[in-house]
């Protein structure tokens, strides 16, 4: 019988491995049809919006998906032409994304954001954080944005996807939104904002672009 996230949840949090959470999630739902309260069947959003408006062709380059979930964004950034690696910490999640996307170009991979590969150092052009920051407990939102930062080769381009709270709001959790003085890092990690757009209905958030300059 399937728990409930919730209850799976508080049990890894009490037992102090909230990490080991996500893997159990994924599992419940592959082993005994349970809910992964975070997907919604498709790809984000304002990923694809933001796709659409600016024409992205990901033909020649090479995109990584963080904390890959079910696949719908790594999917849609193949569709768009990109060469692309989707990981995730559980290995019933990539497995789930291997059985769903049998027919799939994406190399999924399971990893540790913080402990990646030493190859993927600077190895991608573009790539995608959605809601991965925000999902894990905020003692590991700086190692999380310092890893993922060293993801983008020179004149490669990021794109964060997440909840938003003002900086004098408490942290609530979980998920737990994140603040324009918690993104700003990745600008003292040595990228760029191309812009950054913020989203009021329903419950805050942003959606900012990010680039790594070539050196000059």
């Known amino acids: 019988m399937p728990q409930s996230p919730r209850e799976i949840i508080e049990q890894h949090f009490r037992a102090g491995r909230p990490l080991d959470a996500f893997e159990a999630i994924y599992a419940n739902a592959r082993e005994h049809g349970g809910i992964v309260p975070w997907d919604d069947g498709q790809p984000a959003p304002h990923l694809v919006e933001w796709a659409q408006e600016h024409h992205i062709d990901g033909a020649g380059r090479r995109a990584l998906v963080i904390g890959c979930g079910l696949g719908d964004d790594a999917e849609f950034l193949s569709r768009l032409g990109f060469d692309v690696t989707a990981f995730d910490l559980s290995a019933s999640a990539i497995a789930l994304c291997r059985e769903r996307w049998p027919q799939s170009r994406v190399r999924y991979v399971v990893a540790d954001l913080l402990n990646a ?6 190895a991608f ?11 894990i407990p905020w003692q590991y939102t700086e190692p999380a944005i310092r890893a993922i930062s060293r993801f983008l080769a020179p004149g490669g381009d ?13 942290r609530t959790g979980i998920p737990w939104p994140l603040s324009r003085d918690e993104l700003a890092q990745f600008e003292r990690e040595g990228l760029r904002v191309v812009r950054w757009d913020s989203f009021l209905p329903h419950q805050p958030r942003f959606r900012v672009h990010y680039r790594r300059e070539t050196a000059s």
């Open 125 to 135: 052009d573009f790539v995608l954080e959605s809601r991965t920051i925000q999902a």
């Open 117 to 122: 590969p030493s190859e993927w150092q600077q």
């Open 158 to 170: 990021l794109l964060v996807l997440c909840l938003a709270r003002e900086p004098h709001e408490p």
